[in-house]
């Protein structure tokens, strides 16, 4: 054996680890522990598999500018004959009358023909992008103001101006010339829209909100309670070990369990979207980042409300009445920030400031999600002159899971801020359950 | 600040330094009161080494003392002291504690070996010292064959036995074990009774309650009387006992013919007085109980008497309580 | 209840038509009244060469006993009343308290529907005032009624229904009675059920009386929206029913006293949060079948006519899916019921 000087941390860690090999054993012979957990998995799984199904499914594609239909059955869709320069509600005007006359062109031909060029970067100011692929704006007898509606001076270009708004936000607006990039192809749109939505969303509503609240309130509540009711919590309470301390490594052994659980199920969520996601690459390595993110928040979560629910089973045999409208409360606070992130009232929350690092770690891997979802919501403007919804497929859900990380800061330091807020609330829940178990009588 | 996964190095399992020469347990006017009601009331005790029982009814405030003790409740006025120091506000005497609590309930998912090495870690104890400690103390209570069973297929005399271990797994030097006989069978009650004489043996101090006088008895001779949350008695079983030889006994005999019987007996010198509660039971007054009890059989087996019971009434703790808390006169 | 209480005779006869009265319950059980005289004394037969020691007393009771149903009444009545008053059932104190709020919270409309009467703003009437989607609100509506109110007082009062009395040995109390298993599963889920029943419907019908009362409403009103009541009633069953016989199987099956709560309220909540992502992200709405609020609303759409939030199934798919539910969670209770070993845990 060797000598290795015994610390008192030593002899601290020779405790703790004591305490947390004891509580997962403990939670290992409960029978709700693996019911709990099955559940969680079995909910979490079903979901992946749908997310798999829609992402091996065909987007129907839309005639997004309508000019595939052919309105005065003649024969000739109505985008062919503004590009030949007849007139599409005339059905005496047609290119079959032309000398030598012309071929109808397949309906298929008018869907999906001008999809997104754009090439952008985020920052301040007007830039011009977008390509007209079909021609009904470059190569169409129009005049040149015509072609230029947007007045930039450069015919059939999209202008995508960032602007700053008083509130400090940036945001993104989108005009472009009539004909350019009109029809965008929904299937590539919104395939990735959907999968972006979906990562956002099962990480946030999925892992932060249930597994982030219900693992706490199924497992963390009787820590200590527990033991204090059948009364085996005299046994440890006979050793030389600050009461405090009992109730941080029971809440360690707790997180011995929920920690790899929740990492688990975030690598096979990282796995499930990374393959099955939209995009040509093999495996979406850049998504990865976000899964990081989310299983790290989910931790996070955990911790803090493993922390309040173990003080709040401390405080009152009936703790758990105060978990259950405080878990409704937090559900809450999480459709709140995703409505409203800059909403004071987040800052009460522990979920909000959890979704915080997800939202940051979002705009950090994907810094054109905004743009996206703007492009997505623009959808091709209706071509020339139509008036209807032009929004594509998955930029509604997106834009409603996505939101900034509020408090006008940086991804980075939101990351930042928002983990050292969770560990102070975790290490006052801490303090607070530590000192109402200290001055608890024990029977 | 590395996990010390191996777990490596020499136990320090004395890091904490007590005031020289304090008292393993010190009282000093220590009550304990839920809103009006007194469970202990101005108590003052110092012990320090051999084996003490505390004896009392059912609610005379053993289990609260011990909670005292054990900084599980904290004094209403008072001051408590183990070794020194408050164990409400500091856990660190517990490092020469042992604690046997009366709760029945046990982790039943551990087997007696893991439950004891588990609870030795927490006094800081590598994980190899605290199997091998663990084994040792299985072994003193003579648990070794079962050390890997199941605590939940224990008997209660087994529980009983290994919470005891759980509690010498640190070699304490004051064992504290509440109600450890309580609800076992003969044989476990003797190897528990074995066991804490063979504690005081060895010089520590311990502290034993129960409410059955000759439990106590079997095991030590110092006994501290509990009686509604006071310090009633104190001192050596004996000197108590003699001042009980001095009161009244009563012997009751359950016979076919009382009369007759007392007829015999009236004889005995001892004997100053006969009543016939029914027509049944015959119950006799003397000051001297052993001398009755010598000549008794005698009696009875030479005139051929029937005899269904015969029954002390008054050797018991309640007996004993009423005769000290009366004043002690005759 | 009878008004021949006073004159029990002295050997009463416990025959169906006798008085339910606390008195005869105890004969019943104890035959506290009868003496020893009458003891049949069974010795045993042949006595053994090293003595016999014992010696069988039996006595056979030969009194009636009450109906199931008056036994039965008993169980629901110290269930029910344990709610307002002391010597009946424990409910928790913090358990009434939130009864009580949610009862309170329930009114809301209630006095939305009065303070308009008063006013006479039509305006805010028409926002209030009984319509049908304000009586389906106030079944079904989703915040706060189905999130704070109705499945968290579910979960408190499913909570320790039947886990607490095999926590507390109360169950072998039960159980050494004339008094069958499902009779006991019985009563217990009537008066969780009625409980919840208290606060929906009664806040409910106070709303309709509410309209009638301050609107001045006449026979040919109500008349017109009576059927959209019953409707509304009939849904609010359904949704008591659905949270009793689901909050119920799961305290059978736990021995805690805190996890047939937490977990009913997972299953509301967690399969709406499921069916909600899905439906919004890939427009799928057949999530929608696993979660009990979900198919409660459509059905309640459905019958009491509002306009229908989940349009890519039909309603009796939620029928069906909430009678398959209803099947399994009384098919656990009843399995797990039966083989209940009845001990102390």
Redesign the interface.
Known sequence: MSTKPDSIYRSLDRKASAIIEFTLRQYRTKKSTWVVLGVGFTALSLIFLIYIDVMASEFESIDNDGDSTDYDNDGYPRGQEIRLGTDPWDGESHPGLFDPPIEPDPKSMYINEDGFDWDVAVRIGEQSTGYDDDGDCMDSNKTASQKDTNDNGIPCDIIVEYYRMSDGELYVNIEADSGVDEDPDEDAYSREAIHLAFVLSIGKLGFVLLLGIFLPLFMATGLIRDEMNSGTMHFMLAKPIARSEVFLYRTLGYLGIVWPYVIVLGILGAVVSGFAGSGDSFFRFADLGVWLAIIFATMMATLVYGMLFNALGVLWKYGIILAIPFAAWELGMALLSMGAPDATLLRFSIIGWALMIIDAAAMLVWPNLDLFIVMGNWGGGGGSNWNFDTSLEGSGPLGFFSSKPGLGLSAFTAMIVSTLVLLFQAAIFWFIGGALFKSKEIQ | ?I??FD??????TK??VPEVSAPAILLENVSKSYGRIFALSNITLALNGGVTGVLGMNGAGKSTLF?LL?????VSQGSVKLFGTDPWKN?????R???V?E?????D??TGHEFVS??A???????DE?KSEANRVLEFVSLSDVAHKKIGQYSKGMRQRVKIA??LVNDPELIILDEPLQGCDPLARTTIMNVIRELGRMGRTVLVSSHILQEIERITEQIIILHQGRLLALGNLHSIRERLDKIPHRISIQTEDPKALAKDVIDIDEVFGISFPDGENLSIQTHNLGAIHSRLPQIIVENNHKVKTIDNPDDDLASILGYLTSGGGI | MNDEETSIPQSVEFAAEAPVTGKVRLEAAWGSTEGDEDLTETTSQEPKADGHIFKQQYKPWNGELNPRWMRNWAILRHHLLGVFKKGHRPWGVPIRLYLLVVFVASLSDVGMTLVSGLIGDSGLHSVWGVSRDNLYAHVLGFFPRNMLYYPVVAALLVGGVISEDRQHGTSALYFSRPITRFDYVGMKFISVAMIQGLLILVTLALYYFAEIATMGRGWAWIIDTFPMFLATVFSALLLIFTYTSIGLSLSSVSKGKFFPGIALLSIILGTKVLAFIVSNLFDREILYLLSPYDCLAHVGQAIIGTQPTYDQYSWTWSLASLVAMNGIALYVLSTRVSSMEVTRE
Do not use: C, I, S
């Open positions: 600040m996990p010390d777990q490596q190095g020499k136990a320090q890091e904490w909670n054990m900084g599980k409740l904290k856990p660190a005497p517990y490092a504690v042992g604690f609590p709760h029945e309930k046990m982790y998912w551990m588990t609870f870690r927490l006094n800081g104890l590598t994980r605290a759980h509690a």
